[in-house]
Nanobody, 126 residues
Framework: QVQLVESGGGLVQAGGSLRLSCAAS????????MGWFRQAPGKEREFVAA????????YYADFVKGRFTISRDNANNTVLLLMNTLKSEDTAVYYC???????????????????WGQGTQVTVSS
């Protein structure tokens, strides 16, 4: 099992920045990739960004390209999401997820991921 704990959410004004962190523990050697998803009230969960753990390849949703950056700290089993130029539509609960890498990897699909964190609220005021 892998446990994921997110932190770093909060309230920020439009145009501001936040950095989310996701700490993984447990059988972290089994993690192939990690991703961030978000879910706004009344909407479905959607892909935000992902990173392959060993190669460092990154993937982004079109609506965050150029604004968000995903990175990893292998030594501390942590994945970060730096969010710049935040907009009111970025308001959502942000979830961290981990994939064990069984089969082909589809980074944008939530069913791909085997473990999920509890989520952290990000609120952007306009």
């Amino acid at each position: 099992q892998v446990q994921l704990v997110e932190s770093g959410g909060g309230l920020v004004q439009a145009g501001g920045s936040l950095r989310l962190s996701c700490a993984a523990s447990g059988r972290t050697f089994s993690v192939y990739a990690m991703g961030w998803f978000r879910q706004a009230p009344g909407k479905e969960r959607e892909f935000v960004a992902a990173i392959r753990w060993s190669r460092g390849a990154t993937y982004y949703a079109d609506f965050v390209k150029g604004r968000f950056t995903i990175s990893r700290d292998n030594a501390n089993n942590t994945v970060l999401l730096l969010m710049n130029t935040l907009k009111s539509e970025d308001t959502a609960v942000y979830y961290c997820a981990a994939d064990r890498g069984e089969g082909a990897y589809s980074p944008t699909m939530s069913y791909e991921y085997d473990y999920w964190g509890q989520g952290t609220q990000v609120t952007v005021s306009s």
